[in-house]
């Protein structure tokens, strides 16, 4: 991985723990419905707009089927079941869950793309999985598991946003990945208006300034920009390093919930942070690829 893309990575990340709190703060004027229809059609399109400037070649027969299939999947269920679990829960719940994804993706790029999944980085999932468990404080008699419910919901969009790597690797080997995006949400935007178009332009109508700047936030730069950086890195690197550096998310999406949303911050969150952060160093020291005579192409695997 070259260290422009970590950097980028990691600063996604951070925007993209925010996107828990968000959801949170707009529940009172938005269901999952008309959020996830009202974030990814201004994404579309502010995209389609973009259309004759975009690289590349646009996807055609196969190609253009699964990026249909990839973008109901990602931004239709995927962020339904993810916003329903937020609201049936906390942000700091779902802040703590997302260290699933990053197991739930490397495991799909293993088995669907061939991918091999060294040591290093089952040492830095430990890690990682060690440090959610210390955040989450599991041994306090007061412990207890955000509703069932809301867990499962949580979880399964997990499932459903691996398919954005695990489909959307070869697709931007073969076409521009900005086109790739373009008709992967336009098939989204359709489909969520057919389901809530009408209740979300009512909506719409009723939302504050500072609804349209949390909804902003989302369609733009945890939409459009993220979705673009991670096509950028997993073009050039395997799917299951990149999904590591979402171990980044429970870190920031509980300091984020703690002071927008005043939930309680506890000292296993600190622990747990120091935890996670110990097993990305672990895992990613040998994958990041210096420039110039000091940089090292990994030809071994860990």
């Not at 979705?227 to 890195?233: E, L, R």
Request: hydrophobic share 55%; with cysteine; net charge positive.
């Amino acid at each position: 991985m070259k260290p422009l893309h970590l950097i980028l990575l990691i600063g996604m990340n951070f925007f993209w723990a925010g996107a828990y709190s968000a959801f949170k703060t707009l529940t009172p004027q938005l269901d999952p419905g008309c959020l996830t229809t009202l974030r990814f059609g201004l994404a579309a399109v502010a995209l389609l707009l973009c259309w004759p400037w975009l690289p590349g070649q646009s996807p055609r027969g196969r190609d253009l089927v699964k990026t249909v299939v990839m973008g109901l999947i990602v931004f239709v269920l995927a962020p339904r079941l993810q916003v329903a679990g937020v609201q049936r829960g906390q942000a700091t719940d779902a802040a703590v869950l997302m260290a699933l994804e990053p197991l739930i993706t490397s495991l799909a790029a293993a088995m669907f793309l061939g991918e091999y999944v060294g040591p290093r980085r089952w040492v830095g999932f430990g890690c990682g999985l060690g440090g959610v468990v210390l955040m989450a404080e599991i041994w306090k008699p007061d412990f207890h598991l955000p509703g069932l419910t809301a867990n499962a919901l949580f979880v399964a969009s997990f499932v459903c946003e691996a398919a954005y790597s695990i489909m959307g690797q070869p697709l931007i080997r073969r076409a521009g990945l900005l086109k790739v995006l373009t008709l992967a949400l336009l098939a989204g935007a359709v489909l969520n208006g057919a389901l809530d178009g009408r209740a979300t332009l009512v909506a719409a109508q009723h939302l504050t300034p500072g609804a349209w700047a949390v909804m902003a936030y989302l369609a733009l730069i945890c939409t459009l920009v993220g979705y673009v950086v991670w096509f950028v890195v997993i073009r050039e690197t395997e799917v299951n390093v990149t999904a590591l550096t979402v171990f980044i998310q429970p870190v920031v999406g509980v300091m984020i919930a703690t002071v927008l949303l005043e939930e309680t911050l506890r000292w296993g969150q600190l622990w747990g942070s120091l935890a996670i952060v110990c097993g990305l160093v672990i895992a990613l020291a040998r994958q990041i690829k210096l420039p110039g005579p000091l940089g090292r192409e990994e030809t071994g695997k860990t």
